[in-house]
């Protein structure tokens, strides 16, 4: 069952600009919610703050009420454990096989014997479909969307409470995009894990959601059900939705 | 624009470079001690950083070896002194130049294939999925690398030794009329443990800066392949420098 996140008056500065601002964010137990936003508004930041690879300047990460910001590394581990994420560019290890790319947690960090780590990675990539006689193989060998599924057979073979995605279908053709949504989709269902993504890709927003936050100058600005994000009511949501470069968010350019 | 403030924003971010690279070396020499221990990791960089670099340190011995022997014997030359090759060869190679080279030599070689492979898992965010996945890279990637180093350049600078020894050997005995079994004699009687073990502290001591500060570049870089880039070109020059400073500072320790 999914694990309760909660960010709270996070805020982060970088370059002398606070990239976050006061970010609250609460999601409930087995719920989806995206972050949508503008590039440089702090999706990435946010999220990497969340997973404890960036320390924020103040503010608190609650993983089932337990703040998560002030752990040592080596407390942090067992919350480390919760989690599974998928990388934007899928962060393959280059000099692991795909099968070992899968089962890496199983193998470093929970002692899982080669034997039976490979059967679980073999088991995992059926699920995502991936077909195992790609298992020995190096992921470069590896299709864009092939990688993907790779990187999401490996957030979810310890079956994390919470699952985080990076620009899930980034660099995707729209076939493949929708392909790794529906199986985005099914493992959050199957699961029952909480997830937070973060995208640019509306219609990967709206299949992938049950809610959607928009960031903007390091603050939530709106957040509502996915099926109101038309009626949202909020100028910044309707401009971004309807990529307008007219409105009241100026486009970088 | 304020020089004296130039100077002391430059004074400071040195400082600040120094004390981060410090920390670096420190967390990394703790994480060689602390478990879990990645024993293949450890075997593959063994074989890496060790093994593959024998042809290079073997051929730079030789050379130095032979050429040293020349300069030596042209030198002698001048006040009579041409007899005592062998003792001057054996006491610079195990002394001095053995792990000097070898080190500068796998500065090159080692450094920055360190520092351009964590780099580029760095900025491919390979480095970041491993957090994620409950493993430290302290522990997986910068350990094995560093204890790698540190066990093998001694290996690695004996084996220079030996080759230096017989690169000398080779040129006196073949163009400089030497006595082959003289020449031997004259070696082993001359050299004395303390000259080979002050070598092989030295390369212990070179290793874990080679490893170190290839780590440290490659784990900070940033900016795509030029920072890799980057990354990998920082990791030697540091590294040369270091070896440099660090070479002076055991002689010194040693000869007092």
Known sequence: ?????????????????????????????????????????????????????MAPDSGQVLVDGRDVTKLSRSAREPVMRKFGMLFQGGAL????????????????????ARKEARERAIETMRRVRLAPEFADVRPVELSGGMQKRAGLARAIIAKPDILFFDEPTTGLDPITADAINDLIVEMVKELGCTALSITHDMPSARKISDEIAMLHNGKIVWRGATAS??????AMVDQFVHGRAEGPIQAVV | MNPFAAIGR??????????????????????????????????????????????VIGLTAVFIGAALALNIYVGGARFNAESFVPNIVVLGITRELGPVLAGLMLAGRVGAGIAAEIGTMRVTEQVDAMTTLSTDPFKFLIAPRVLAAVLTLPVLVLVADI?????????????LDFNGAAYLRNTFNFVEPQDVILGLVKAAAFGFIIAVMGAYQGYNSSGGALGVGRAATNAVVGAIVLILAVNYLITAFFVE
């Open chain 1, 1 to 53: 069952m999914g694990a309760n996140l909660k960010l709270a008056g996070l805020k982060k500065k970088l370059r002398g600009r606070w990239v976050l601002d006061g970010v609250d964010l609460d999601i409930a137990p087995g719920r989806s919610l995206v972050l949508i936003g503008g590039s440089g508004q702090g999706k990435s930041v946010t999220l990497k703050c969340t997973l404890g690879l």
């Open chain 2, 163 to 175: 080759i230096g020894v017989m690169g000398g050997y080779l040129v006196a005995v073949n163009s």
């Open chain 1, 93 to 112: 290890f280059d000099s692991l096989s795909v099968w070992e790319n899968i089962a890496f947690r199983l193998i470093y960090s929970d002692g899982v």
């Open chain 2, 10 to 55: 430059g004074t400071i971010s040195l400082f600040a470079e120094i004390g981060r690279f410090a920390a670096f070396a420190g967390r990394s020499a703790a994480a060689c001690f602390m478990p879990p221990f990645f024993f293949g990791q450890f075997l593959r960089q063994c074989l890496q950083i060790g093994y593959f670099s024998l042809p």
């Open chain 1, 229 to 234: 994000l038309d009626s949202s009511g909020n």
